[in-house]
């Protein structure tokens, strides 16, 4: 394929620009392969988390002409040729160096969810609905890459909010906790208020990059969302607790 021109974000959280590699690129060769590339002939110090070089890890997030997606499933044939391709870190985390941040506000994040708890196991172990069993294997396929944390506004443009706010990833975690059927805990409280889901406005960002195609949005937010409305702003509901005082 010739080569290309790389324009690779170098910096860490005191400052940092761009720099241009000029680089060569090969036929099927992905973005997270030039980047190797550059690191092996040109700037051996250039920082880069990745792990399977296959989808699977979820590592090598970034922001590719501008797109959040993983380096290693991006094609570079897939860039109008002559043009520049910039490589920059996701940017909803704190930066650590070049291409790496640090992203353990979501480690922290899952530590708050309550784990599956399911009840006593019968003779014979317990028996699932196949469409039950469907639901939950598109929420497990996550691969926690944190694109959809990174695009999502409400904590990109709003840092202030990851407070208040758990993020696309969490809701799906949530919601594949909530829809289990043999799970006993209830978390309808947890989503309302510490995973703050009211400051969704369903925008759907995080379902456009979501490497795994997971209908987080559709599938995850929304039901979460019914779920709330249904515990805390049904009035029939409402007033059926106060007769019962629960
Ligand atoms: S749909 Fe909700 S969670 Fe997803 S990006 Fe938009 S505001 Fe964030
Ligand atoms: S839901 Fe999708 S975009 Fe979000 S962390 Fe999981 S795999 Fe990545
Ligand atoms: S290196 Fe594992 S997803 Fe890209």
Redesign the pocket.
């Known amino acids: 394929m010739g080569t290309v021109t790389m324009r690779v974000f170098r910096g860490d959280a005191s400052g940092g620009s761009f720099v241009d590699y000029v680089v060569d690129v090969e036929e099927g060769q992905v973005v997270l392969d030039v980047i190797h590339r550059i690191q092996a002939t040109q700037a051996n110090d250039l920082a880069v988390r990745w792990n399977c070089k296959a989808g699977k890890c979820g590592s090598c997030s970034a922001e590719v002409d501008g797109k959040p997606c993983l380096m290693c499933m991006t094609r570079m044939n897939a860039f109008e040729p002559g043009k520049p391709i910039s490589v920059a870190p996701i940017k909803a985390f704190p930066l650590i160096k070049d291409l790496v941040t640090d992203v353990s506000f979501n480690f922290e994040v899952a530590k708050k969810i309550p784990a599956f708890q399911g009840p006593p196991q019968p003779e014979g172990g317990h028996r699932i609905q196949q469409m039950d069993v469907d639901r939950g294997q598109e929420f497990r396929k996550c691969i926690e890459c944190f694109l959809?944390q990174n695009?999502?506004?409400?904590?990109r443009d709003h840092p202030e909010n990851k407070a208040s706010?758990f993020?696309?990833r969490f809701?799906v975690r949530l919601a594949e906790l909530e829809m289990h059927p043999l799970d006993t805990v209830d978390r309808t409280e947890l989503i309302r208020e510490a995973a703050g889901i009211g400051?969704?406005?369903?925008?759907?960002?995080?379902?456009e990059v979501c490497p795994e195609d997971i209908h987080?949005?559709d599938n995850a937010?929304i039901p979460l969302k019914e779920r709330v409305a249904d515990r805390y702003y049904d009035p029939v509901r409402w007033v059926l607790r106060k007769l019962s005082g629960r």
């Not at 695009?151 to 904590?155: D, L, N, S």
């Not at 400051?199 to 379902?207: L, M, Q």
């Open positions: 959809c695009v999502c506004h409400v904590i706010f993020g696309p809701l400051y969704c406005n369903i925008t759907k960002c995080c379902t987080i949005t937010i």
